[in-house]
């Protein structure tokens, strides 16, 4: 960093000691290069400072659409995997992933950031939020009945392995890239991840106490409603917010002048999701759901990630649109019929939409915005599309592998769920000793 | 878009291949003019993220100052008029307001953002939050009592047509911009519009239930407190951290260095203005009261959003000061003598300090900080003071006509008001299916 | 300001008249140099508006962790430390501070910020936050039994004096930065000054009715648990959101590419002050305490503040790992040994921590981060860590001096503690009139 601080010199030098200073051509030339890499830098540190934040509208979402009882673990469990996920990203995450690339498999270097210069520390705070998002996804899809100390290893594997060797694959000089699979900012490499993952603990866990009851052959489903939907909707701003750091962020460069598509693109299938879960859910139940509504302008959020650069407004409108009623109808399927237990519909934005997304670039993608990515709907046939497909499908392999055994171990060894008492009487007082409201009256066996 | 691959290309080529290239002087150039686009590009976009997370300031505020068996509702209503107003923003809204401008009336043009270059996504970004706050205001004076499906067409008839008239006058090229009508960042052309359009709605809504009761032929005023404090402060918080994007970044450029400037006179007026609000609460009622205080902090915001720019510290300080105490008057004038109910004094905040603000402007605009704008008290005489009086008026007459004739509309046909027995049992379970805090003992007929 | 307006002007012309023009280097040069302007401007801006936004967190963290009587008036506190600290550190504060230095010991000039340029109020606009940092600290120890006014004077008295003069001392130009003190971005000048007086204020006050119980000549120490965790933990994560722009906003400059490395850090040393609390609370208490998680991020945060500039990442490890024990060990002392009572740990959280950090300069500093500044591990022998000894010591002394005496005089004139009824029924009834949870059953005796 020596270097740093004489090129800053420099350029004090040059700025404040007078104009006829830049005669020098060659000295403009270095303040030119400075003012590249300072766009760089201001550019991804802010960015990253919006996605660390989207920590806070996770926990908010996930704690808002659970019941009280259980509100402080969520919230341990959410401040957690940032935490203990930051540390092992730093320690191994980082360097599998971005590291020098071997055999298109796996990095292998810049471990505990030894050596790091101004570029290399800006790309790790910026990827080191990404990798915390894909981990804290899980956690609402198996909360109010995990084990702290069983969420608090797994957390560490996903951030540690889990999400490393597919960012690799996909952003790291891995197989996946080097084929053409093109996720501008993680529908599929953050989002999908974290939601095969979720579903994968959700399918061992089993479901909450009461929530699927046999009644004369046939299951009974109980809606079991969160506890503090203007949280949850806090929560949802948050992350809408959040997500311009997310996606616009990831043109990883401050002076691509097409940060402001990617932003409207957000902004618009962020809007149409959250629109149309609307009015699915105003034909479907009779009225307009606010849960739905919200969960649909993630689903949104969600499923423009990756082509966000890629599509036009009118495609990530339609993007949007199909978000919107699929999280709906996803959100329904897992519950009604698959019988799996996903108390914040995580598996259904996350991992549904993330997937519906990553396709979407293969129908929407229009070449005009970004060289050599081409969709169906404009022109470039079906090779993209295929390309997305076995990035999707990867995926979906990889994590569910990986994340059935890991939590098979899991549940085999320490164990992965609270006992039946404990579940009943919230898992605040079960694990941490404490309660989320206290002095309030609340109906904690509900 | 291609245009610009190409020139980043050159970009990098240039500083990434050595000092000796920066002999042509043409693209030293051209790399100088993409760092211009690049600063108010990253300015731009990142001052219009702060905007939008006002949408979960205005969401919070609403839902604290009102009673919880209308949480649900609220949010809904808050997250559709940003949802489905950027929809339409993007289809209309935004070419009435900025397209070319037709007989200083309209736009006509940039519908659609079809065949936009980064600055025209650049714009959008920045105007379609701007449109969302306008809409969103007048949800707070509409709470607890307003049918979902008329509030849905109201509010995107406010973000495809009433606004963008207006904001075509004052921003997009029309008669009142022509005029030298100055309102740096909305308090009038966003504020008042919303305010304004905010009194409309509550007129022809008529109060809640029990809230202006008849007593022997004197009118007994109901105080109905809102269930949730810290929600509506936390909503004033993230509502003051967003309009440092909605006034610094009005500058419309990264390289204006007046941005600190207008930060400075934004946080002066807003302290000033909670300061003195409580400071009049404790003299009105006797005791220091936190939502008129928190009310105050806005009123000053709304106030310093026209003058922002043109203002000294100590014009801001008063005009700030002005605002505090005028909107604690206001709010009581509106409940106590008119009987407008209007549940979290959206009309005060918004209509009466926007149009205080805005008239501001021709009282202590400093010519020295923007040419050509001066005010009364800065040896510019009355006449931009008159001017700023027209647009304010303006603003009045358009809002309240169109506003009032949209709302008798919807009276006489699809009905604006939920029934009685809803509003008794709250709008979560009538027009939603659900309530916002399952689990908590809660007295709903408050 | 016309100077800024016509070199806008030229630029705007340079930019847009056609790459010809820049024959003329005299241009060239301006152009660059506005733009190392801009770099600043929005760089420090942005920040600024960060750090603004951590009054929101601080005010849920105090709010969400004392009990639901009292909220009302811990918002208002939270509202009006910065409301009427910005005013005065605008009139008296800034200038003290900043001003051009008399004798090491205090700021003579730019009070009222009369006559400033773009970079005054740029720097201003960044220090007013910090001030209102320092002085909203001071709340959460003294939560739920002060009278309101005696608050209001006090916390006016920090932002005016008592935290500009020791900040000139360090930062200002005056004897301590003389000396070589190094505090990047203010452990001690923000954190230490603000818990220091918190401990002062706690200490004069006494503790909460029933907080500390004699029986039979041994004191009983009852825990008070807070009424909402969510609300706390979305406290600290806007904190740590908000300290992005406080420690990397520290650098002040937007071309100093060491901005990544200490939002690096920062999180680093965040993250493991989480978990390390975490495990300390597990061992000490037998589970993990989510209260204790909380503060651990809030003191690794408050820790490395001064040292994340000249911190490694290692470095960052151990200094967040020493203050996620110390947090817990520091609560458990003041409240079971001293029976000092700190409502929320804000003397553990900020003056303890605050001062570990300080001293961790003096241990980890790496002179090839920031030359000359250089720890104990690292080659430099004790002198730093001597100079940052006589730092922490100076802060102490000065404001645990100043602090007493105005709590002193506060307590013998107007009274610095509310009735012992009032107490009992809660500060929002007593001080404020209102009641923050209205609707809500509550028990308000707990």
């Not at 980082?94 to 270097?109: E, K, N, P, Q």
């Not at 994590?399 to 060894?413: R, S, W």
């Amino acid at each position: 960093m020596k270097k740093r601080i004489a090129l800053t010199l420099v350029v004090v030098g040059l700025l404040f000691g007078g104009g006829t200073l830049f005669a020098q051509d060659a000295s403009t030339a270095d303040t030119i290069k400075l003012y590249k890499q300072a766009f760089d830098m201001i550019w991804m540190v802010m960015a990253a400072a919006l996605v660390f934040f989207m920590q806070a509208g996770f926990a908010m979402v996930e704690t808002g659409l659970t019941r009280a009882k259980n509100a402080g673990n969520i919230i341990m469990k959410n401040l957690m995997d940032f935490s203990a996920g930051a540390i092992v990203y730093w320690a191994i995450g980082f360097g599998l992933m971005f590291g020098a690339d071997s055999g298109g498999i796996l990095g292998v270097s810049k471990f505990f950031l030894v050596g790091a210069d101004p570029a290399t520390y800006r790309d790790w705070m910026f990827q080191v939020v990404f990798a915390a998002t894909a981990a804290t996804i899980v956690s609402g899809a198996m909360a109010e009945r995990t084990k702290f100390s069983a969420y608090l290893i797994y957390s560490v594997v996903v951030s540690a392995i889990i999400y490393p060797f597919f960012g690799h694959w996909a952003w790291g000089g891995g197989w996946l890239g080097q084929m053409g699979f093109h996720d501008f900012a993680g529908s599929t490499v953050v989002h999908s991840v974290g939601g095969w993952a979720a579903l994968a603990g959700a399918m061992l866990l089993g479901p909450r106490k009461g929530k699927y009851v046999k009644v004369g052959g046939k299951t009974v489903v109980k809606a079991i409603p969160g506890h503090n939907i203007p949280l949850a909707a806090l929560g949802v701003f948050i992350l809408w917010f959040g997500w311009y750091g997310f996606n616009a962020g990831s043109t990883l460069s401050g002076t691509d002048l097409s940060i402001a598509h990617v932003a409207a693109t957000t902004t618009i299938a962020a809007a149409a999701g959250a629109v149309f879960a609307m009015f699915t859910s105003w034909v479907w139940f009779g009225k307009p759901d606010p849960s739905m509504a919200l969960n649909g302008a993630l689903a949104g959020l969600v499923a423009i990630t990756a082509p966000c650069g890629a599509a036009d407004p009118i495609g990530a409108l339609i993007i949007g649109i199909v978000a919107g009623i699929l999280v709906v109808l996803s959100v329904e399927f897992i519950d009604k019929v698959l019988h799996i237990d996903d108390p914040v519909g995580a598996v259904s934005v996350h991992a549904v939409n993330g997937a519906w997304g990553t396709l979407a670039v293969g129908l929407f993608a229009n070449p005009a915005n970004i060289d050599g990515v081409s969709g169906l709907f404009y022109g470039g046939g079906l090779h993209q599309l295929g390309v997305q497909a076995v990035g999707v499908l990867t995926a979906f392999v990889w994590v569910m592998a990986t994340g059935l055994i890991l939590f098979a171990i899991l549940k085999g060894t320490i164990g992965l769920r609270v006992t039946s008492d404990e579940e009943l009487r919230g898992l605040d007082t079960g694990e941490h000793g404490m309660e989320a409201y206290s002095g309030f009256q609340i109906f904690t066996t509900m």
